[in-house]
């Protein structure tokens, strides 16, 4: 089978795993615990491994996917500039909690990663873990990490962002969605600002400020201590 064939037989797949996934979560209600991204990521692990096909070919055929990462977080400022009026009042507020929050980010997961005696790569590549994977995997590469493990950790990091930052934000009595969104986008990123968007567009369009807000504060301010 030519490469072309093998490419687009990996994208058909992968749309089609997700697909099934999806209807399968919105049949059971929704449940935070089996987010759609999950169990296509395990499936699609598994038929990799199983066929042998290796990582570079299923990245080579599902390379449109990639690219529309980009043009997908630029749309999520369609329903934030709706948002716009109940963004100002809390501007500055929002700002310090998303310098927090990225210090936070940062710092746990390195200090966690050095607590456990990991390598020098391995903590570089766990710095930028609460960043969307793009910019992510570029701040790896620029500061010494492992782009593939830091990959990795990122889209780890989201699903459980997002599968546990919900019934957290219920359970502290937070209701304002842009709170609930500031705090999903800022921990859990592209897959949390998903989730935030379950929630209300507000939560996600504030998700979806923080998560890039957090992008360009985490690359600056690692930029700025290690390159």
Known sequence: ????????????????????????????????????????????ITLVVALDAGMEAYAAGTWPLHFLLGPATVAIAVPLFSATARLLPVLWPALGALLVGCAVGIGSAVGLAWLLGLSGDTLLSLAPRAVTTPIAIG?????????????????????????????????????????????IGTAAHGIGTAQAFELSPEAGAFAGLAMGLNGALTALLLGALLV
Not at 17 to 34: D, E, I, K, N, T
Not at 141 to 169: C, K, N
Request: net charge positive.
């Open 139 to 183: 701040i790896s590469e620029r500061i010494g990490g492992i782009p593939a493990l830091t990959a990795l950790v990122v889209i780890v990091s989201g699903v459980i962002g997002a599968v546990v930052a919900p019934p957290l934000l219920r359970a502290f009595g937070i209701r304002d969605p842009r709170v609930q969104g500031l705090a």
């Open 1 to 44: 089978m030519s490469g072309l064939l093998i490419g687009m037989a990996w994208l058909l797949t992968t749309v089609l795993v997700y697909a099934l996934c999806r209807a399968l979560h919105q049949r059971l209600g929704r449940p935070a615990w089996l987010l759609p991204v999950l169990p296509t990521l395990m499936v699609l």
